[in-house]
């Protein structure tokens, strides 16, 4: 067995060609308001799970999806990490993020 830079090689076997990046990498830095949001929904449906009820006491999965919506992606973001793909970076960036708290406000005041 051959070693081809960190790749291990068998005899038989070509080494796979290594994908190609984009030009530009985004470099990530802490986004501090999209963690901060983050960080208060975790707090706020792990304290307070009746937040995410109807006024019937049952569990409103709309709502809830928005709030955990706008917590994966205000963590994802706000930890600095920034997808390369463009469908990724689009659904964990700081305005998805916005975009989801708005709607689990409007389910919220609407419910």
């Known amino acids: 067995m051959a070693k081809s830079g960190f790749f291990l090689v068998m005899p038989n076997m070509k080494p796979r060609d290594e994908p190609e990046l984009p030009d530009r990498?985004?470099?990530g830095r802490i986004h501090l308001p999209s963690l901060m949001v983050a960080l208060t929904i975790m707090l706020a449906a792990t304290l307070y799970p009746s937040l995410m009820t109807d006024s019937k006491a049952q569990a409103d999965?709309?709502?809830?999806?928005a709030?955990?919506?706008a917590m994966t992606a205000g963590f994802v973001r706000g930890v600095g990490f920034i997808p390369v793909?463009?469908?990724w970076r689009w659904l964990f960036s700081g305005w998805t993020c916005l975009l989801a708290l708005l709607l689990a406000t409007?389910?919220?005041?609407?419910a």
């Open 61 to 65: 999965h709309g709502l809830a999806l």
């Open 25 to 27: 990498t985004p470099t």
């Open 106 to 110: 409007v389910l919220k005041l609407h």
């Open 67 to 69: 709030l955990f919506m």
């Open 85 to 87: 793909q463009p469908v």
